[in-house]
T-cell receptor, first 113, second 113 residues
Framework: AQSVTQLGSHVSVSEGALVLLRCNYSSSVPPYLFWYVQYPNQGLQLLLKYTSAATLVKGINGFEAEFKKSETSFHLTKPSAHMSDAAEYFCAVSLGGGNKLVFGAGTILRVKS | NAGVTQTPKFRVLKTGQSMTLLCAQDMNHEYMYWYRQDPGMGLRLIHYSVGEGTTAKGEVPDGYNVSRLKKQNFLLGLESAAPSQTSVYFC????????????FGEGSRLTVL
């Protein structure tokens, strides 16, 4: 069975600091991996996805994530946090690209001024 | 530019009452999904549909029923609401079954007393 673990339910960073949100997955077959973002009182929207092409994936709003098979990780990073990045972030995995996504529990990112 | 629209956005029910959540999408997407979001648990798939007239069970289908009579609409029904069904419900749609990109509505917050 596939699953996703997000380390840290809350992460707090200062404006301008590096953002690092951690995601580890388990999957018996090559996974497709995704990061979604949820702003307050809104639905989720896709940030970026890994579909077995380049291991470093760039997404919207300056975010990127690197697929590391040896570590079974897909951590999300952004070099410099902005106040508008405050949101909840979800890592998700699917088997072979299907749309039945399994979501992690989410990480709430707080950005301090 | 509506995308995915959910109604109602808020509802309070008493235990044992029934209700239906309506999801409508204007993107001509084939696939539609219903998720529930609970604190610390991420999103869990309740039911999904791969096309008009089809439905299938997801991870947590018990206590819910769905129908997809028209391509643009996906209804989620609770026949006899229970307090354990207090949650935020999200509808999503996707163009196909192999991209992992889901488009979400803004959510429906349901409280069962």
């Amino acid at each position: 069975a596939q699953s996703v673990t997000q380390l840290g339910s809350h992460v707090s960073v200062s404006e301008g600091a590096l953002v690092l949100l951690r995601c580890n997955y388990s999957s018996s077959v090559p996974p497709y991996l995704f990061w979604y973002v949820q702003y307050p009182n809104q639905g989720l929207q896709l940030l970026l996805k890994y579909t077995s092409a380049a291991t470093l994936v760039k997404g919207i709003n300056g975010f990127e994530a690197e697929f590391k098979k040896s570590e079974t990780s897909f951590h999300l990073t952004k070099p410099s946090a902005h106040m508008s990045d405050a949101a909840e972030y979800f890592c998700a995995v699917s088997l072979g690209g299907g749309n039945k996504l399994v979501f992690g529990a989410g990480t709430i990112l707080r950005v301090k001024s | 530019n509506a995308g995915v629209t959910q109604t109602p956005k808020f509802r309070v029910l008493k235990t044992g009452q029934s209700m239906t959540l309506l999801c409508a999408q204007d993107m001509n997407h084939e696939y539609m999904y219903w998720y529930r979001q609970d604190p610390g648990m991420g999103l869990r798939l309740i039911h999904y549909s791969v096309g008009e007239g089809t439905t299938a069970k997801g991870e947590v289908p018990d206590g819910y029923n769905v129908s997809r009579l028209k391509k643009q609409n996906f209804l989620l029904g609770l026949e006899s609401a229970a307090p354990s069904q207090t949650s935020v419900y999200f509808c999503a749609s996707s163009r196909s079954g192999d991209t992992g990109e889901l488009f979400f509505g803004e959510g429906s917050r349901l409280t069962v007393l």
